[in-house]
């Protein structure tokens, strides 16, 4: 009950922002700059985009279960085992339009025990559609990302009923679509909701292809330099359910912004980095200390071209 609540919340919102924002947009309004100071959250996007002309690499990293306390001595708190990795880049094509390319190894396992995808290259694009703007214009940002992801592992023969049988080459296709809706308070202050849909086009049987989820998060700016991130997803389909094993995914971070790099370090019972990984594929449960540590780090580079060159 509480996850469709939160769906149909964050779908009002982002309905009743983008329709006031159509409105109230003046010509003469000022955006507001930097509603959050990176591209995503700890495992939501945000609805920042890359600057036009530049280019942002980045690399995600998720280490093992901290509180594995049988294995603690061989695990270190889940620092010497590795759940997911992503490197990627993303370039800021448009104004309000960026898209991205990334590899990542795939984290996510079902409640069984069975793994979900692997070895994922996803293609991304997000794009802007409203602009926050000061002395009477919109009251929010909306954004619109969407992912798609392209299983590369290897497929297994006689397995008609795990992920990576594969039997067509459709079948190792993942996808996500999200609305961003987010609204700047204040300098400090920043808070976004958010409604998604995946969709796998191969599933177990009696899985959901299709799984709606509904996504909230926060930013606060503790000091000049250190920024608090936390967001929370939340599955929605009749197999996402705490009875078939699933959990919402959680995430809390500290953000470290220095020029052109941003460096975050984060607490996340997701093993998963992609959207098309975490969202249907999330079987640990915070409460139950099933967190991981991970960080994240990126850096933009602009390749901007003057206007005109310079005539003698």
Known sequence: MIQRIMLSTAIAVSTLGYGYAQEATAPMATPVSQTFHDTRLVNLSAVEVVEKGKLEIRLSQRFGEMLDLKNTGETFLGL????????????????????????????GTMADGTPGMRQLLNGSAKYRLVRQAESG??????????????????????????????????????YHGQILVARKFSDRIS?????????????????DQGIFSAGIGARVQATKWLGIVADATFPIAESRTTDNGYYPIYG????????????????????GIA??????????????????????????????????????
């Open 80 to 107: 010497e085992t590795l759940s997911d990795l992503m490197l990627g880049v993303e370039y800021g094509a448009m104004e309000n339009l960026s898209i991205g390319l990334s590899r990542s190894k795939g984290g």
């Open 137 to 174: 214009g919109a009251p929010v940002t909306v954004a619109l990302a969407g992912v798609a992801s392209l299983s590369t592992e290897k497929k297994v023969e006689g397995e008609t009923n795990a992920i990576n049988s594969y039997p067509k080459f459709n079948h190792r296709l993942a």
């Open 191 to 207: 808070a976004q909701a958010s409604g998604g849909y995946t969709h796998r086009n191969l599933v177990p049987e009696n899985d």
């Open 252 to 271: 809390l971070g500290l953000e470290f912004k220095t020029g052109c790099n941003t460096f975050q370090l984060n607490l996340t019972n997701a093993t």
């Open 275 to 312: 959207e098309t990984d975490f969202i249907p594929y999330n079987s640990g449960q915070w409460d139950k200390g099933a967190f991981r540590l991970g960080f994240s780090l990126s850096r933009s580079f602009g390749f901007k071209q003057k206007s005109e060159d310079m005539k003698e």
